[in-house]
């Protein structure tokens, strides 16, 4: 909407935001003889990097897991894919934790990661030729783990035109505007 990307609308915007949806699924399920209260927020990173946690008490639980790069769901809507968590997801719980073999999906929902293609990582800080134009995007899934701290950010871009806490101007815009050796290599522009 603001024509970042666009050259007809504005020429030095040619660049466009490297953001797009992802659809992601969080199944909800009952496990009578799952870990107990002491069972913290766990992500198996050995291959597919599924996570799981407790919700609450009753030994319920969520879990997810991002698919294959080849295999992204299509997120034109939000129907939720069971079988993605009985054919990918299952038999790795089972397989992490035996108690999860007994266990019963009770629902699931779907959602939107503002996935940043490039570099998997936040956007943030004013656009190069908008000063007025503030981005805060891209998180690839962490943005509500960061959003204490991008709030903060940008507050301080707004009072004071600079990060004041934390330094995050690695991770503006600007990164995108001239690509850097590795990025070529990988001929990501």
């Not at 968590?85 to 939107?112: I, M």
């Not at 301080?156 to 995108?176: G, M, P, S």
Request: glycine share 8%; proline share 7%; charged share 20%.
């Amino acid at each position: 909407m603001a024509g970042i990307g666009n050259e007809e609308i504005h020429f030095d915007c040619t660049v466009p935001l490297p953001v797009e949806p992802r659809k992601r699924f969080v199944y909800y399920f009952h496990s009578p003889d799952g870990p107990g209260l002491d069972c913290p927020l766990a992500v198996d990173g050995t291959q597919d990097y599924f996570y799981w946690r407790r919700e609450g008490l009753g030994n319920r639980y969520i879990c997810g897991q991002c698919p294959p790069p080849d295999q992204e769901h299509d997120h034109s809507n939000l129907d939720v894919d069971y079988d993605f968590f009985d054919n990918e997801l299952w038999s790795k719980l089972a397989h992490r934790v035996p108690a999860f073999e007994n266990l019963k999906v009770q629902s699931a929902w779907a959602g939107y990661y503002d996935y940043n293609y490039i570099d998997h990582n936040l956007i943030i800080g004013n656009h190069p030729y908008f000063n007025n134009f503030l981005f805060a995007n891209g998180s690839s899934g962490h943005g509500l783990q960061h959003s204490p701290a991008i709030g903060r950010a940008i507050s301080e871009l707004i009072i004071y035109d600079k990060f004041h806490t934390v330094d995050l101007d690695n991770f503006t815009f600007n990164r995108f505007l001239e690509p850097s050796e590795s990025q070529a290599e990988k001929n990501v522009y």
